[in-house]
C-alpha cells in the first residue's frame, strides 16, 4: 500500500543547516543558524527520497 511521504524536514549532511517545510508558503524555511552560508546544501533527503514510498 502506497502511502504520501511528504518530508517536513530536511538536514543537510554537509554543515546541519536544517530546514522545515511550510505549508502556507509551500517553500522551506531555515529552521535553525547553523550551517555555512557558501555550503552547497546536500539535503539528507536528496536522490533517496521518493515521494511515494513503498
Ligand atoms: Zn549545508
Sequence with gaps: MAELN?????????????????????????????GRPFCIHEWDINGSHNPIRN
Excluded: F, K, L, M
Design 6 to 34: 511528504r518530508p517536513e524536514r530536511r538536514q543537510c549532511v554537509e554543515c546541519g543547516r536544517e530546514d522545515s517545510w511550510d505549508d502556507s508558503t509551500h517553500n522551506w524555511r531555515i529552521a535553525g543558524e547553523e
